[in-house]
T-cell receptor
Framework: AAGVIQSPRHLIKEKRETATLKCYPIPRHDTVYWYQQGPGQDPQFLISFYEKMQSDKGSIPDRFSAQQFSDYHSELNMSSLELGDSALYFC????????????FGPGTRLTVL | SQQGEEDPQALSIQEGENATMNCSYKTSINNLQWYRQNSGRGLVHLILIRSNEREKHSGRLRVTLDTSKKSSSLLITASRAADTASYFCATDLFGNEKLTFGTGTRLTIIP
């Protein structure tokens, strides 16, 4: 079965640079979520989109922005990167009619030097 | 985590034994999901239990939910070395689908 696709899988950036993470949800899933997982931490919700509209926002820094496109893929844009942004970034997708069963992608490991 | 706490934080058992992990949460929930994560890898969805359900099975997994105690347990029977991973519970609220994760249980299966 098709899974959530994330790219790139690994990303190394310098401080103050920008990064763009991409997410391709499972076909026919209408909701996309972004989560951040720091080392040894549990995942923390950043932002979500339903049918291309932002549906919820968590503890996402103002330096980060995200959008969902007409083909349902989503991008997380991160600017002025800081050392503390180093983390695993997960995208998950769900279909609203299936009790919010969220399926996660493999994640993008961002390292900020 | 604001919502979930898991215990134990770490658990080591012999292969073939059963492993039980517990998750407690603070507010009324809509659904509770369990995920497995191998070190630094992706989160694999294991099972979802709705707030009006009390027990659910999937293969060697058994999940229970006690809404009166605001707790859930995950039982893995006949454990295998491949079950070594961290296990997280995650809850969502009515009208709010974002997941709030517990702190996770690190399970080690000793061959």
């Amino acid at each position: 079965a098709a899974g959530v696709i994330q790219s790139p899988r690994h990303l190394i950036k310098e401080k103050r640079e920008t990064a763009t993470l991409k997410c391709y949800p499972i076909p026919r899933h209408d909701t996309v979520y972004w989560y951040q997982q720091g080392p040894g931490q549990d995942p923390q919700f950043l932002i979500s989109f339903y049918e291309k509209m932002q549906s919820d926002k968590g503890s996402i820094p103002d330096r980060f922005s995200a959008q969902q496109f007409s083909d349902y893929h989503s991008e997380l844009n991160m600017s002025s990167l800081e050392l503390g942004d180093s983390a695993l970034y997960f995208c998950a997708s769900s279909q609203r009619t299936t009790y919010n069963e969220q399926f996660f992608g493999p994640g993008t490991r961002l390292t900020v030097l | 985590s604001q919502q979930g706490e898991e215990d134990p934080q770490a658990l080591s058992i012999q292969e073939g034994e059963n492993a039980t992990m517990n998750c407690s949460y603070k507010t009324s929930i809509n659904n509770l999901q369990w995920y497995r994560q191998n070190s630094g890898r992706g989160l694999v969805h294991l099972i979802l239990i709705r707030s009006n359900e009390r027990e659910k099975h999937s293969g060697r997994l058994r999940v229970t939910l006690d809404t009166s105690k605001k707790s859930s347990s995950l039982l893995i029977t006949a454990s295998r070395a491949a079950d070594t991973a961290s296990y997280f519970c995650a809850t969502d609220l009515f009208g709010n689908e974002k997941l709030t994760f517990g702190t996770g249980t690190r399970l080690t299966i000793i061959p």
